[in-house]
């Protein structure tokens, strides 16, 4: 527009727009674009922003799939789903088959549970079958013709001894082609039902169409193989018997009486049938009664001895086998709650392979040998591998076990542990006694020791003399730091006891401290009774080291009246309490 306001200008004519007239046309030019502008910076930002691009296309995609599938006769949604859906279900198996194995379970089951159950009632009948005619000239004939031919033995025996026999019977809608029920003799393998009635209803259109025939006629029979089809017709309803053999005439006298009961019993159902076929489920009692047969010799009602024998053995081997193999179960099992409550040994899995058991876990090295329990429990060793990784176990009894084979207990000591806590009990020497206090804390599983209850053997031999020692009180005249008179030989008994027990702990590797205390009663001042009890005990201790006991033995120590040895009550205990007493201490020598 500028352009065109430039071009409309005259020749050498400047053209200028107004400040004024600029900002109009940019708010007129705004308010008629920007909107549009704006829708279309959001449409291409959308475009661009691929988490807005799949939310929008995850909000349609459930009614998309929906729609595409309502669409009859497209395969295409199908053809598209169908390789993802696939390798979904072959990844989730790869990774888990419990979750579809789960799932599928209702419906395998039973599936699974009637088919064996209808294999092995056919396979019993085959087999009382075959016993019947095994033990004769003619079963021998009859297995040499199996053997000729290539056929099994059951198919001759069936071929010569059966009449004929209805195998099948289906009941069908005459208007729709639909089948109403189907019954099944024993050991009879069946087909889609669905099916052969749709085959049998267009075999009768052909045949109508093909021969120019008139409505009501219709095909009475047909041949398929080694089997017979037998067709009856009603107004509403068909019955179709599938024989094997050569059923006589009476039998289709016996479908039509049939026919007729179905006739009339579902009538109003037949003429209002919209293809639900669950008001004819009762029909099948009329139908079972078509499912007849009949053998060249009348089958004899008592067993042959020889199957019942036959039956008996193999009965018997399963319920050996079954009782032999729960014995062994129960045994193993045994086993292993023996096992897993033996210290030191962990089971975290075991499972059956080839005939043996293997079995994982951890084992302590002190914990015994799973082999040798195996022996224990009268099982083969060969008949179970165990991969057990090492490991130390925290169990009490082994970790009582480990404290043993490091620290070697004297006789006379045990070792016991609980919950972590080493428990020492007994008599030993101060050296072991040293070094059960240095290691035993680095034992694994030992957080704690405790030896309240473990004795040192040095001391109790100088329990005696050290007790004779610790009894002697020695007493002296108030206020004075001389020996009462009357005392030398008590004085000199105890430096002979301090000498000889000295030399006693010094050979038992023991060094020994006498303390002598000095003591005083109430009488004085508390500072002068202090230093008068100190003056007491140098003062045996001078008498004693000159009797011979080496002063690095001796201590002195003054309490005054701060630990008098008997209350002051009478005028003796006064005296007892102003004396010299002895303690006792030993320390192991350090070498």
């Known amino acids: 527009m500028a352009d ?9 004519q400047a053209q200028e727009n107004p400040p004024g007239n600029n900002h109009a046309y940019e708010e007129l030019r705004h308010l008629i674009i920007a909107p549009e502008q704006e829708e279309l910076a959001d449409i291409q930002e959308r475009l661009d922003d ?40 072959r990844e989730s198996v790869r990774h888990d088959p419990h979750p579809l194995a789960d799932a599928l379970f209702p419906v395998m089951g039973p599936a699974i549970r009637k088919s064996i159950s209808e294999a092995l009632r056919g396979m019993l009948e085959s087999f009382n079958q075959a016993l019947e005619h095994s033990l004769s000239a003619r079963g021998i004939q009859w297995r040499l ?74 095909l009475d029979s047909l041949n398929v193989g080694e089997l017979e089809v037998w067709i009856e017709e009603g107004p509403d309803a068909v019955l179709a018997a599938v024989i094997r053999g050569h059923a006589p005439a009476d039998y289709r006298l016996t479908m039509k009486e049939a026919l007729e009961e179905i006739q009339q019993r ?59 193999s729960t014995y062994l179960l129960w045994e193993w099992r045994q086993f292993l709650h023996a096992v897993r409550g033996q210290p030191g040994i962990v089971v975290i899995s075991y499972n059956r392979e080839g005939g043996r058991y293997h079995i994982q876990g951890f084992k302590d090295p002190l914990a015994p040998d799973p082999n040798a ?81 473990l004795q040192n053997s040095h001391l109790l031999q100088l329990n005696a003399p050290k007790g004779a020692i610790e009894s002697v009180i020695l007493v002296f005249p108030i206020g004075r730091a001389e020996l009462e008179p009357g005392q030398e030989n008590a004085i000199a008994q105890t430096g002979k006891q301090v000498r000889d027990i000295v030399a006693q702990a010094g050979r038992l590797g023991e060094q020994t401290t006498v303390e002598l205390i000095g003591h005083s009663d109430t009488t004085g001042i508390e500072g002068t009774n202090m230093l008068l009890s100190q003056e007491r005990a140098d003062a045996i201790r001078a008498i004693l080291i000159r009797g011979g006991v080496q002063a690095a033995n001796l201590r002195t120590r003054g309490v005054g009246t701060t630990q008098p040895l008997r209350p002051e009550d009478t005028e003796e205990n006064r005296r007892l309490n102003r004396s010299v007493t002895f303690r006792i201490a030993f320390t192991p020598m350090s070498y």
């Open 145 to 218: 013709e199996a053997f000729r031919t290539g056929k099994p033995f059951a198919e001759i025996v069936l071929m010569h001894s059966l009449l004929f026999r209805v195998e099948q019977v289906f009941l069908i809608h005459r208007h729709t082609g639909l089948v109403l029920n189907h019954v099944v003799a024993r050991s009879v393998a069946t087909q889609d039902a669905s099916m052969v009635a749709g085959m049998l209803s267009a075999i009768q259109q052909f045949v109508r169409d093909s021969f120019d025939a008139k409505k009501e006629e219709s």
């Open 266 to 324: 579902y009538s109003s159902a037949l003429e209002n049938f919209k293809g639900d076929a669950n008001p004819f489920l009762s029909a099948e009692e009329i139908l079972s009664r078509l499912l007849a047969a009949q053998h060249r010799e009348p089958v004899q009602a008592r067993k042959p001895r020889a199957a019942l024998a036959a039956i008996a053995i193999i009965l018997l081997v399963i319920v050996g086998w079954a009782a032999y």
């Open 373 to 453: 329990l195996l022996a224990q429990a009268g099982l083969d060793p060969k008949s179970a591998e165990f991969d057990l990784a090492p490991y130390y176990s925290l169990d009490d009894t082994i970790v009582a076990q480990r404290a043993r084979q490091l620290l070697h207990p004297p006789e006379g000591v045990t070792l016991s542990e609980n919950h972590g806590e080493l428990r020492v009990e007994g008599t030993a020497s101060p050296q072991w006694i040293s070094r059960v206090q240095e290691r035993a804390p680095y034992i694994a599983g030992v957080t704690s020791v405790d030896t309240s209850r």
């Open 4 to 12: 065109q306001a430039h071009r409309r200008a005259p020749t050498g």
């Open 50 to 89: 691929r988490a807005r691009r799949t939310q929008d296309v995850s909000s349609v995609v459930a009614e998309a799939i929906i729609m595409r599938r309502d669409q009859r006769g497209d395969p295409s949604l199908a053809q598209a789903l169908a390789p993802t859906v696939e390798e979904t279900l």
